[in-house]
């Protein structure tokens, strides 16, 4: 099987990007100033929005002596994006 050429991966990329209806935006993890313990003080900055893809799968509720709404769900963002596991990301448009 013969590897895709940069062409087809853009127009591939491009494809993607038009199917994302939705839009969201990246929350950068800064860390703040310290508590009283010496923990620092998490803060996330807004970043600008940008296209993506949200999808429900499940939802249901963990009753494990408090009432938690928990979700499942899939989330498209552009090729170029960057996330890290500290980020969040708000959707803001569906």
């Known amino acids: 099987m013969r590897a895709l050429t940069d062409k087809e991966l853009e127009r591939m990329r491009r ?27 998490a803060t996330w900055a807004e970043g600008e929005e940008l296209p993506c893809g949200f999808r429900t799968l499940s939802a249901r509720e963990a009753l494990d002596g408090a009432q938690v709404p928990l979700a499942d769900a899939e989330l498209r963002l552009p090729w170029d994006a960057e996330l890290s596991n500290l980020d969040r990301v708000r959707l803001s448009a569906r």
């Open 15 to 41: 494809a993607a990007e038009e199917a994302m209806f939705d839009r969201c935006r990246i929350l950068r993890y800064r860390a703040g100033a310290r508590d009283a313990h010496g923990m620092p003080q």
